[in-house]
Structures are given as structure tokens and as C-alpha cells.
């Protein structure tokens, strides 16, 4: 059965540096999504992706933030400079098209910022 | 905000019983989705249900919706102790999945 794969599974950073989450999403799928949960909480919506941008993105998306689909197959969240607060389970998910469609999500990558 | 909530927060049950979990949600919606969550793992897609449909069955799985009443059930029957996670319904809408704050369900052998 197709996946959504996520490396790696778990990150730790020191504050200030750049990280870089990756994800292959299900070949075929044409939205690609970047969510994440802060232990404990809910599942927040960070950025959707279709036809090479961004469609929409939340307020927790500012300017630290960017994705990119460099190559036709991998979706990258790149965190700029990390901060304490951006310590959680960032989930990368991909739909096909249409509204009638679940999103396949990947097993996270656990980012720990220290 | 669009994002569905569900009720109760934590459900503990006992091997065999039924669980139920619901879910509200504020705006129009596409279809609504519940997902299962097993501590600190990735989130399983269980059910869709369209927003034209009242209800579907999975197995042991039973989602309703009522699109007047903005709100969805998932009922577990059968329940095994393999089934203890956290539940989230997500609303789709358009561009993006919103999700509620989960119930976590303890199935107690």
C-alpha cells in the first residue's frame, strides 16, 4: 500500500540552528500538507501545498517557516532558526485531488529544540 | 474556527464494551474524517464520510454524520485492547484538514 514517508523520525536541534523535515508523499497525490502537535495537544495546521505553492497557511506559518518541493517527489518544511517553542511532531500528509479525498499522513519526524 | 471538537476528552472502557466519540465541528465541510493516533506515532486514517452521507460502517467502525446538527459519532463496537489511542475527527475543507482535540480511549482488558 502506498505511504507517505517522513525522515528522519526524530531531530534534536540546538536553538538558532536551520532544520530541514523531509517527506515523499504518495506518488500520484497532488496536495501535500505540513501539520504539527505539540505533545499533548491538538493536531494544528501549518501549510498546504498545490501546483508548486503555497495554497494556504496558518498563523503559526511566519517568515521562519518555508516549503518546497525541490525535485517532483520530496516536500521539505525548513524551520530558519529554531526556537524552544518548535519542539513537537511535525506530520507531513498528501491527498489526491478533488474534495472527496483522505489525506494519507506519514509517521512524523519529532523535532526536539534544545 | 473550523475545527471539529470532540467529546469526551477520555473515554475508559472495559474489553467487549462499545465506545463512543463525538465530534462538532462550526463550518460547511467537504467530509469529515476520523483518524487514530497510538501514542507518539503517526496518524491512521480510519473512515471518510462525505458530507452528503448520514452514515458508514468499517468493520467494527460506525461513523455518522448530521450535517444540521454539525456533529459526527464514531462508535468502536467490540472493543479490544488494541484499541486504545487517541480518536481525532478532521473536517476537509478545500485546502486543508482541521483537526479536533482528540479523545483518548483506554481499553482496559
Known amino acids: 500500500e502506498p505511504e507517505v514517508t517522513q525522515t528522519p523520525s526524530h531531530q534534536v536541534t540546538q536553538m538558532g540552528q536551520e532544520v530541514i523535515l523531509r517527506c515523499v508523499p504518495i506518488?500520484?497525490?497532488?496536495?501535500f500538507y505540513w501539520y504539527r502537535q505539540i505533545l499533548g495537544q491538538k493536531v494544528e495546521f501549518l501549510v498546504s501545498?498545490?501546483?508548486?505553492?503555497?495554497?494556504?497557511k496558518s498563523e503559526i506559518f511566519d517568515d521562519q517557516f518555508s516549503v518546497e518541493r525541490p525535485d517532483g517527489s520530496n516536500f521539505t518544511l525548513k524551520i530558519r532558526s529554531t526556537k524552544l517553542e518548535d519542539s513537537a511532531m511535525y506530520f507531513c500528509?498528501?491527498?489526491?485531488?478533488?474534495?472527496?479525498?483522505?489525506?494519507?499522513f506519514g509517521q512524523g519526524t519529532r523535532l526536539t529544540v534544545v | 474556527s473550523q475545527q471539529g471538537e470532540e467529546d469526551p476528552q477520555a473515554l475508559s472502557i472495559q474489553e467487549g464494551e462499545n465506545a463512543t466519540m463525538n465530534c462538532s465541528y462550526k463550518?460547511?465541510?467537504?467530509?469529515l474524517q476520523w483518524y487514530r493516533q497510538n501514542s507518539g506515532r503517526g496518524l491512521v486514517h480510519l473512515i471518510l464520510?462525505?458530507?452528503?452521507?448520514r452514515e458508514k460502517h468499517s468493520g467494527r467502525l460506525r461513523v455518522t454524520l448530521d450535517t444540521s446538527k454539525k456533529s459526527s459519532s464514531l462508535l468502536i463496537t467490540a472493543s479490544r485492547a488494541a484499541d486504545t489511542a487517541s480518536y481525532f475527527c478532521?473536517?476537509?475543507?478545500?485546502?486543508?484538514?482541521?483537526f479536533g482535540s482528540g479523545t483518548k480511549l483506554n481499553v482496559k482488558p
Open positions: 500528509a498528501s491527498s489526491g485531488r478533488g474534495v472527496i479525498t483522505e489525506a494519507f
Open positions: 506518488s500520484n497525490h497532488l496536495y
Open positions: 501545498f498545490y501546483n508548486n505553492e503555497i495554497s494556504e
Open positions: 463550518t460547511s465541510i467537504n467530509n
Open positions: 464520510i462525505r458530507s452528503n452521507e
Open positions: 478532521a473536517t476537509h475543507n478545500f485546502n486543508k484538514f482541521y
